[in-house]
């Protein structure tokens, strides 16, 4: 303990922020916490990765209290936890949980045709052995190569946006994920049609967007579309109500899209790359269930013919409403700590 904590905390865990998805998501993990004054949170982010512009001030915007890298890799930690595979995690020394980032594993490596964050190479070390104590997962896949590290934990985040659902709405989401194959990519058009068409409407930029081009760029491509009553959701969990609120979702194979479609709102792809996305996935199911925007067809009469997909639920998460007992469980399993007991 240092001399100058308050609080005694006998553990602390270590969060690992690659980009402001990740934070997204270990934000959620953080909540297994919630009351304990035995735990101590802490993030750090070595900044390598390409999405990692404006990262700190995220953090910083999310109330963590952070360590440098230098100081992160240069002492122990009771817990480790990361929602991405990537980076010098070799470097930091506890026991890791890795965490997908995303509804389920839907996407190769960039430039490859490896399933990020399930094949071995993301997930074991130059040695052939796991890089992770554990591997979280939100349904049982076939990984060989960690099967003795895997957990089931299913997914905090379609959890929570369950658990936010509200009535119908005539409220339009519009989500793109990165990439030039995904709806900003390619049709980015359909912003101003929806808009010019009378909807309210919501547009949820993946934040690897908001990092690479910054907000006031963004806001200048999409001044037309703002000045008329678009609002562009900022990046950081206010999405999530967003998605809630949605009457209807227009979007591609990103993770947003996959969750609106799954928790029952009606559904339109208006950019959906198949090969990109890998097959048995949550996203590669969408692909096959959701109608495809025609932009020779009124934006109305399309909606009005989408239909929501709950039974992508199932490929999302295996145990729906369990993932912040499991988490927890697992967290304190390795912490080697005994959970509170309310």
């Known amino acids: 303990m240092d001399i100058w ?29 919630a009351g304990d004054l035995r735990v101590r949170v802490v993030a750090t982010s070595d900044l390598s990765d390409p999405f990692a512009e404006g990262l700190p001030e995220q953090v910083a915007s999310a109330g963590l209290a952070t360590v440098p890298w230098s100081e992160a890799t240069a002492r122990r930690y009771d817990l480790i936890v990361s929602a991405s595979h990537h980076g ?9 949980l890795t965490l997908a980032h995303g509804a389920g594993f839907g996407k190769y490596a960039p430039g490859s045709r490896s399933v990020f964050g399930l094949d071995a190479e993301w997930l074991l070390d130059a040695s052939g052995r796991p890089r992770a104590a554990a591997l ?13 590290t895997a957990v089931l934990v299913g997914d905090p985040c379609f959890d929570d946006l369950s658990s936010l659902r509200t009535g119908k709405s005539s409220r339009v989401v519009i989500t793109s994920t990165w990439g030039r194959r995904s709806l900003l990519g390619a049709r980015p058009e359909i912003v101003r049609t929806v808009v010019e068409a009378g909807y309210d409407t919501r547009l949820i930029l993946h934040p690897n967007i908001w990092a690479r081009y910054g907000p006031h760029q963004l806001r200048l491509w999409l001044r037309k579309s703002l000045d008329r009553g678009l609002t562009l959701v900022p990046p950081l969990r206010a999405w999530r109500q967003e998605l809630a609120d949605a ?30 996305v890998v097959p048995g996935s949550p996203a590669h199911r969408l692909g096959e269930l959701a109608g495809r ?44 700590l005994e959970e509170p007991k309310c």
């Open 5 to 33: 904590d308050t609080v005694p905390a006998a553990r602390t865990a270590l969060f690992v922020v690659h980009n402001g998805t990740t934070l997204d998501r270990l934000l959620d993990v953080a909540e297994v916490f």
């Open 88 to 96: 010098p995690l070799d470097e930091l020394r506890g026991p890791l």
């Open 136 to 148: 979280g997962l939100p349904c049982p896949y076939d990984v060989p190569a960690v099967k003795d």
């Open 247 to 276: 009457g209807y979702v227009i979007g591609d194979h990103g993770s947003v899209t996959v969750y609106g479609a799954a928790l029952g709102k009606p559904t339109l792809l208006a950019a959906f790359p198949d090969d990109e």
């Open 293 to 336: 925007y025609d932009p020779g067809v009124a934006i109305d009469v399309q909606l009005e013919r989408a239909a929501g997909h709950p039974e992508l639920t199932p490929l999302i998460t295996a145990v729906p409403g369990e993932a912040r007992a499991r988490l927890r469980a697992t967290c304190y399993r390795l912490m080697n």
